[in-house]
């Protein structure tokens, strides 16, 4: 590891006078073996057989040019509403691209032709509201892409044209109300969703067709109310289901129907007082445990004959169940407070 400069390297004769030649070598030598940046202006640069990687941080400038052979850059921490024009020019051999928080409020639309071998792109904690079409045009390898907290109000499908390898989106942290039709149909190798800790009230009921092999879908801490029937009934492959912290009053019937590989599902913290009968049966059988187990917990269940399906579901599940002691009975009052799986084993 060395230091890179947005300066062509000088020699090491500013240090400050008061600090000994002995301690100079010293630094060097830690500087030759660890790659400890004498100058706060520099980034660090790690070098491999595979390319160089990138790190520049506060108080170092960010370059001007980059190696080559870069195939990993971290511009993080600067106070930048927006990027240096030509930052990736000359870069074509770039793989990953981290540029979070920078307070970043847009983006130029040919910002990355110069890097068509990218793969991951993080832009988290930015203040992006938007993202300009034709941005991704160059971007056919990109398999990760994180806009986790920007304050996005609104998507739209075109700006993510040019996808065609996206495995991981997160959006996450936004400020979204709603979500386009069609906005994942052609993202076929998508395996995680992450729609988590938005404003969503509602979801497009073609929201999961397109992606073949999703395994995890993040939906928690958003408004949602109703989850459809139809909505999952895409995706029998996926493993990890997240709808804690919503408002979810009602649960279709059949809506978990041919969920055949689920390992977690997490339904806590909703308001959730009845399920329909059979919702479960799907979940949790002999050919696939649910291994990561299950949260149904801060939910006002009414404890009555209408949950006698998830009675018998509980009581063969026990064992998966978090939240044991936090699954309780809202209601009749004859059982209030009672924990879900005590009544459970007394039907």
């Known amino acids: 590891m060395s230091s890179w400069s947005r300066q062509r390297p000088k ?15 010293l630094l ?35 370059p001007s040019y980059l190696p080559a052979d870069t195939v990993h850059l971290a511009v993080e921490f600067f106070n930048l509403t927006h990027l240096p024009a030509n930052l990736l020019q000359g870069a074509s051999k770039l793989q990953e691209l981290h540029l979070s928080s920078n307070g970043l409020e847009s983006l130029s639309p040919e910002f990355l032709q110069p890097v068509p071998q990218l793969r991951v792109l993080d832009l988290t904690r930015n203040a992006l509201t938007g993202l300009p079409p034709g941005l991704f ?44 039709p069609g906005l994942l149909a052609n993202f076929t190798l998508l395996r995680t969703l992450d729609l988590g800790e938005n404003q969503l009230e509602t979801l497009p009921p073609d929201l999961l067709r397109g992606p073949l092999q999703l395994e995890r879908l993040h939906l928690e801490g958003n408004k949602l109310q109703v989850l459809g029937k139809d909505l999952l009934l895409p995706q029998p492959d996926l493993r990890y289901l997240f709808l804690n912290g919503n408002k979810l009053a009602r649960v279709a019937a059949g809506a978990f129907q041919g969920l055949r590989q ?26 696939w445990d649910m291994r990561d187990g299950f949260d149904i ?21 026990k064992d998966k169940m978090f939240s044991q002691n936090d699954t309780r009975c809202a209601g009749p009052e004859a059982v209030k407070g009672q924990t879900l799986l005590a009544v459970a084993k007394s039907q």
């Open 11 to 25: 020699s090491p004769g500013g240090i400050q006078p008061h600090v000994s030649r002995t301690l100079f070598l």
């Open 28 to 62: 060097l030598l830690a500087a030759s073996a660890w790659g400890v940046t004498l100058s706060p202006k520099d980034c660090q640069v790690f070098r491999s057989d595979h390319g160089s990687s990138i790190s520049c941080q506060p108080p170092a400038e960010i």
């Open 137 to 180: 045009q160059a971007s056919a390898a990109l398999d990760t892409l994180v806009l986790k907290e920007n304050q996005l109000e609104v998507l739209e499908v075109s700006w993510l044209h040019g996808l065609k390898a996206l495995g991981h989106l997160d959006l996450s942290g936004n400020r979204l109300r709603k979500l386009p």
């Open 262 to 287: 689920l390992d977690m599902l997490d339904l806590s913290n909703n308001s959730l007082a009845s399920v329909p009968e059979g919702l479960w049966a799907s979940l949790g059988q002999p050919n």
């Open 297 to 317: 917990s801060g939910n006002p269940w009414i404890c009555d004959q209408n949950l006698s399906d998830l009675y018998r579901w509980l009581q063969a599940q």
